[in-house]
């Protein structure tokens, strides 16, 4: 306040407009947000999207089923598991195909390593935003671990192309589960540890609590989903009200909170990493034996042993390479529980090897639809640590 | 309610604007003029068994060369795909749009993810929205010329793009 008595806010100014983005490091990924000013407080903003639009949709309506697969991994690149896993669940609910209860306890742990590796980065990096960098070397630590096991179990980190349409490439490696479970212990400690570095930190809660609060009802309206749907009070949980994978026959909670702010957002996500190393933890434990892969001569390749020493053999492998898998002509909309919400695949098929048509329903561009809305009368800083929380992924969001 | 009851509901209520029903796996959808998707839609949210309080996804199709395509009055379609978070129940809404001159009402103030996402389906397809407050193309540039995801767009066209967008800001904070 000043001599005369009048409040710095009561001074007006010159609108400022100002672009953040493409290329800004808090928006961690391609995304342009264009902001007008009052001082620091945002009176009016737009989003642009669609740097990263690289046309998946298009791509994958021309090309065979299977080929969809690796794409699949670069949408949400920050946990590309279970983008790969809910693609080839689409595929077989289209093709009407029961995967294997081996492949199926495979997906389920791969997926949710997927779900604790995007929230480590998430948390990450929106701490360092706000200034908190200790976190982020502990959480990249630990993604660091889950890549090795990954690695370990199909030869790839990031994009491991892991699932097949029909169940996985692969079965677990010897001693892999062990490791996993050794890795995961470690895990939920650590997360318990960064937790509680900034859960009832005064610096953290003074920069989060209240900013960037996504009501209910508008979380509602805008489609938002997952944690960021969880942290505005609707108890929302694709694994837990439309269960897949057998994910019913698990133990956990869907975390929920009340305000919609960062600061939910923030410990749902750190709940749900603990949630996931119980899921884990418990598909580890009840991991049946079997086949990881469905035995439909029509959807699985034969193994190497039969192509290379039958005829039978070489030519099912012929078959499904040059002619692919041919689901029936129909239309299906699956949904699963990915990272960031609901990660919807509509496909289209007209009974041929390459699909019609393939929607992809991005949770991040449900939850970033609120984004202009949620950062107007906020400050910059405000707008930072709002977008880290709502973990936008540029890949997923533009396609 | 499975999709087969909410579309049974659906017909019964509206009768003759339901051009269509489909069943496949389990999922039902119905197929409807684009006059009629506010109202089918209102009809949806606010029926208390039904309470359809989430839109999860707008997609369009395109069936130009479509194998049916000689019986087909449509060339596009925009699909609709609702969520009952309280009664856990999902349906499928399709319209029937016949050609790219045919608007679509727009339904961003009922559920607000359609304004980006009618946005995505305007770039893509060239399928109008009316009454919706900001529809510019969302994920090509301004001066990308065509419709991306038209079956008669050639898949691997390229085009050069010379300026950046200039303006993002709207009206009113709530249209962007």
Redesign the interface.
């Known amino acids: 306040m000043s001599a005369d008595g009048t409040r710095v806010q009561d001074i007006p100014t010159e609108l400022l407009?100002l672009n953040i983005g493409p290329a800004h490091p808090a928006t961690h990924g391609t995304l342009?947000i264009?902001v007008?000013l009052d001082g620091e407080t945002i009176v009016?903003?737009?989003?642009?999207?669609?740097y990263l639009?690289r046309?998946f949709?298009?791509?994958a309506?021309?090309c065979q089923y299977q080929l969809v697969i690796p794409y699949t991994e670069r949408l949400n690149y920050m946990g590309p598991v279970h983008n790969s896993n809910a693609w080839c669940h689409a595929v077989e609910?289209?093709l009407?195909v029961k995967v294997p209860a081996r492949a199926q306890a495979l997906r389920v742990i791969t997926s949710e390593m997927g779900r604790i590796i995007d929230h480590c980065v998430c948390i990450g990096t929106n701490l360092v935003d706000i200034g908190a960098l200790t976190n982020f070397w502990y959480m990249y630590n630990y993604r660091e671990k889950i890549y090795d096991l990954y690695e370990e179990l199909c030869g790839a980190r990031m994009m491991v192309n892991y699932p097949r349409i029909g169940g996985v490439s692969m079965d677990a490696p010897d001693g892999w589960l062990e490791k996993l479970l050794k890795v995961i212990d470690e895990m939920g400690e650590a997360v318990g540890e960064v937790q509680s570095l900034v859960a009832r930190n005064r610096i953290f809660m003074d920069r989060t609590i209240g900013v960037g609060a996504i009501p209910k009802e508008?979380a509602?309206?805008?489609?938002v989903?997952g944690p960021c749907l969880r942290a505005a009070g609707?108890a929302?949980d694709l694994r837990k009200?439309?269960p897949y994978w057998g994910y019913d026959k698990y133990q956990f909670d869907a975390p929920i909170a009340h305000g919609g702010d960062t600061y939910d957002r923030t410990i749902v996500r750190f709940q749900e990493m603990q949630e996931s190393v119980r899921i884990i933890k418990q598909a580890v434990a009840a991991i049946p034996d079997g086949p990881v892969m469905v035995e439909d001569h029509l959807v699985a390749m034969p193994s190497k042993d039969r192509v290379y020493n039958t005829m039978e053999g070489l030519i099912n492998h012929f078959k499904l390479v040059m002619h692919g898998i041919k689901p029936p002509v129909?239309?299906?909309?699956s949904?699963t529980e990915g990272g960031n919400g609901?990660v919807?695949f509509?496909i289209?098929s007209?009974?041929t090897p390459v699909a019609?048509?393939v929607?992809m329903?991005p949770p991040c561009?449900?939850n970033y639809?609120?984004f202009?809305?949620i950062i107007?009368g906020a400050m910059i800083a405000d707008a930072v640590a709002a977008l880290g929380s709502i973990n936008i992924i540029a890949g997923e969001l533009?396609? | 309610m499975t999709q087969d009851e909410i579309v049974a509901r659906i017909q019964s209520h509206f009768g003759a604007r339901v051009l269509g029903t489909?069943s496949?796996?389990g999922?039902a959808?119905v197929t409807i003029a684009p006059e009629a998707i506010r109202d089918v839609l209102t009809f949806l949210r606010n029926t208390p068994e039904l309470a359809f309080?989430?839109?999860?996804?707008v997609?369009?199709?395109?069936y130009l060369g479509?194998?049916d395509e000689d019986d087909r009055e449509w060339r596009f379609e925009v699909?609709y795909?609702v969520?009952s978070?309280a009664k856990?129940h999902?349906v499928?809404l399709k319209v029937a749009v016949r050609d790219e001159t045919v608007k679509v009402p727009s339904v961003w103030d009922l559920?607000?993810?359609a304004?980006?996402?009618e946005r995505?389906v305007y770039d893509?397809f060239g399928i109008t929205f009316s009454g919706h407050p900001n529809l510019r193309?969302?994920?090509?540039?301004d001066e990308f010329v065509g419709h991306?995801?038209r079956k008669d767009y050639p898949?691997n066209r390229r085009q050069k793009l010379s300026q950046p967008?200039e303006?993002?800001?709207?009206e009113k904070?709530?249209y962007?």
């Open positions: 407009t342009r264009q007008q009016n903003s737009g989003c642009e999207i669609g639009h046309g949709e298009k791509q309506e021309n609910q289209l009407d508008m509602l309206s805008h489609g989903t609707v929302l009200a439309q129909g239309e299906l909309y949904a609901e919807g509509y289209v007209d009974g019609w048509r929607r329903r561009f449900a639809s609120v202009p809305k107007t533009d396609r | 489909y496949f796996r999922q959808a309080d989430m839109l999860m996804d997609g369009g199709v395109d479509y194998p699909a795909q969520y978070v856990n999902r499928r559920f607000g993810i304004n980006w996402m995505e893509m193309r969302i994920m090509c540039h991306a995801l898949i967008s303006n993002l800001l709207c904070p709530e962007a």
